[in-house]
């Protein structure tokens, strides 16, 4: 887990970036099982609150707060989140109350970091986005006006799980040859250690390997490129976004990604308008402003009201 105390700019505009205080990191503690995941969610949250009080002389007024898997953030609910073994967690009511009443906001975790990536990252000035980051999985926050689009269920830019290669690898959603099973930087490396003969071997080691020109590390390195661009494709014919933002992992391979991810995608259009294809700018901070972006938002509400 990571976690922060965030500052926010207080004026109306929101122009000024949020600055990252205090930052620190957990176990999530999910070997113990899922209640010992919430109760240390919840002890690291009131230890932040501790921290914030001793050094800036207040405790946080809000709190947001960033989940993997399905998110109700009407109710704030973690509905499900398979990595920790989450069904219908209270998150926010068990996290006000062990903070004292404060408000909290829930988000799922790509959607918030989309939120920061298109308030003061990459898609700042960008009316409408898609942002994908290439993680052990692959996700997509979907950016219109300002706002990150969560759909009628909780479940909108899972670009994940849509079919590039049917009747392809298995997918834990229980279909074969979705984006994530090929394109994820846990599938390349994992094709790469297939490759090279190491069950060591990593996506950053493909892409090293990519750079100086092993062939092997090239054909595995298309086949997700080619496997990327098929699944962006279908997400900017169905969205038609200014951009298309690149996150995780896998992006900080930078040219070695983006320059065939640019051709490829090229290649496939044909009607649309093609989309600038850029990096993330936050990098492993984005979950954390965004989450400070989610609290931020409640207290703004609060004082318009």
Known sequence: MKAALVGVDPEPSGKTPPA????ARRPTGRERGPDAVVETILGFAAELRDIGAARFGTPAEAAGVAVPGI???TSGTAVYAANLGWRNVPLRALLSERLGGV???LGHDVRTGGLAEGRIGAGR???RFLFVPLGTGIAGAIGIGGRIEAGAHGSAGEIGHIVVRPGGRACGCGQRGCLETLASAAAVGRDWAAACGDPEASAADAA??????DARARAVWRDAVDALADGLVTGLTLLDPELLIIGGG???????LFTPLREAVRRRVTFQRLPSIVPAALGDAA???GAGLLAWDLLSTEVTA
């Open 287 to 289: 979950g954390c402003l």
């Open 250 to 256: 896998l992006a900080e391979a930078g040219d070695t």
């Open 20 to 23: 990252l205080l205090y930052e």
């Open 103 to 105: 408000p909290v906001s």
């Open 208 to 213: 090293k390997a990519v750079a100086s020109g």
């Open 125 to 127: 000035d960008a009316g």
């Open 71 to 73: 998110v109700d953030e």
